[in-house]
């Protein structure tokens, strides 16, 4: 709710904090960009059996969400040439050359964080679901 009200470099509780010189918001959401979509795209595989390989699936898994967070960044740039003038605000890059690599990284990052933090509990869920050997 936080991010509808404000763009993304004006969120008042991100403002220099831990010292930052910029605004990063925006870093908590492209996290989020990778480890919620690890966790559906894990649902999905494993309950359809497209993949039966654990590292396989981690591979492809990362893959969707890396995928998911390229297309967000493309996107993004397709409106700031849209927009004109207004691309910085909406984009949040804060003057950052690095912005959407950073933004790309830290979606990896979530689906990495995800797939450790999350798998055994969740196989855990889909044995009492579907009592499958997930």
């Given at each position: 709710?936080?991010?509808?009200?404000?763009?993304?470099?004006?969120?008042?509780?991100?403002?220099?904090?831990?010292?930052?010189?910029?605004?990063?918001?925006?870093?908590?959401?492209?996290?989020?960009?990778?480890?919620?979509?690890?966790?559906?795209?894990?649902?999905?595989?494993?309950?359809?059996?497209?993949?039966?390989?654990?590292?396989?699936?981690?591979?492809?898994?990362?893959?969707?969400?890396?995928?998911?967070?390229?297309f967000y960044e493309l996107i993004e740039w397709w409106v700031a040439l849209a927009t004109g003038e207004d691309a910085e605000a909406f984009l949040g890059t804060q003057g950052y050359v690095w912005d959407t690599q950073s933004d790309m990284g830290l979606a990896l990052f979530g689906a990495i964080v995800s797939l450790v933090v999350l798998s055994v509990p969740h196989n855990r869920q889909l044995k009492s679901v579907i009592g499958q050997n997930a």
């Open positions: 709710m936080v991010g509808g009200h404000y763009t993304y470099a004006e969120v008042p509780f991100f403002d220099g904090l831990f010292g930052a010189e910029r605004n990063n918001y925006d870093k908590v959401g492209h996290f989020f960009q990778g480890f919620v979509p690890a966790l559906l795209a894990r649902e999905i595989l494993i309950r359809k059996e497209i993949i039966n390989g654990d590292v396989w699936r981690n591979i492809i898994i990362v893959s969707i969400c890396l995928a998911f967070s390229a």
